[in-house]
């Protein structure tokens, strides 16, 4: 009998993966080759280093180079394995998302933190759900439901609430205008890239998360405003708002707030000491 021998082991794989990620310019090439061949082959991270001399299968090796090749071409880490970790849960990714990211986790703490037990949220252009369901999860007793005008995003979330056991609504609506009734909490990441800084973005945004979760308009703060507008119709007494914000627009929005009659609007800084959130209340 022929015997055959793989041309690949956990160590090799992972040096060529590394090594056609860094020459195709991505940044953490280490990581997503690592990432990538811990995904194909099943395994945690201490495996690849316990057992470097493991060897792939021909399927495995054919699936990771043919992984590698894509992600060499931008392609999303998140939109090859099909998830990525918030809040300390798994989300189903593709690209009718954006992908959950961790300074979005900075708008979640912040919820939590000024004590929403029994709270209901809503929760606008919900994307993957990552928000509305996060907070569901950590805060007790809590209620709620996401907004999206995007039928294939609302898909993607009830698939995430679905995977991680959380019951949670999602209607389709833009914005406010299939929502009825008052809530304690309202939150939402909207779209805030100005138009014409979209063309400049990192490929893996710019051409593989959808434009209509990016474009925030001329000046990115279309949303906000008709957020802002429109929020107090749809706020219990002493209700709260929490909306993530790009690194320059804090105190736009945060005045937007005050004219509207918020109180005590608060801009919120992420782990990098950038301006990241913007709080406020009825």
Known sequence: MKTITRSMNYLSAFKKGKDELAASGIADADTDAEMLLMHVCRTERGGRFSHPENELT???ESLYLDMISKRASHIPLQHLTGTQCFMGMDFGVSGKVLVPRPDTEILVEEVMK?????????????????????????????SGIGT???????????ENAEKNGICAGFIRSD???????KYDVIT???????????????????????????????DGLVFYRRIISEAPDYLNPAGRIYLEIGFDQGEQVKEMCLAQGFKDAEIINDYS?????????I
């Open 58 to 60: 021909d399927d495995e």
């Open 114 to 142: 000024d004590g929403a037990v029994g709270a209901s949220i809503l929760d606008l252009c919900t994307g993957s759900g990552c928000i509305i369901l996060s907070l569901l999860k950590y805060v007790n007793e809590s």
């Open 148 to 158: 999206d005008i995007s039928e294939e995003a609302l898909d993607v979330a009830r």
């Open 175 to 181: 914005l406010f205008e299939n929502v009825d009734g």
């Open 188 to 218: 939402s990441n909207p779209p805030y890239i100005r138009s014409g800084d979209i063309a400049g973005l990192m490929p893996e945004v710019r051409d593989h998360d959808p434009k209509l979760a990016l474009d925030g308009g001329e």
């Open 273 to 281: 000491g950038l301006p990241r959130v913007v709080k406020a209340h």
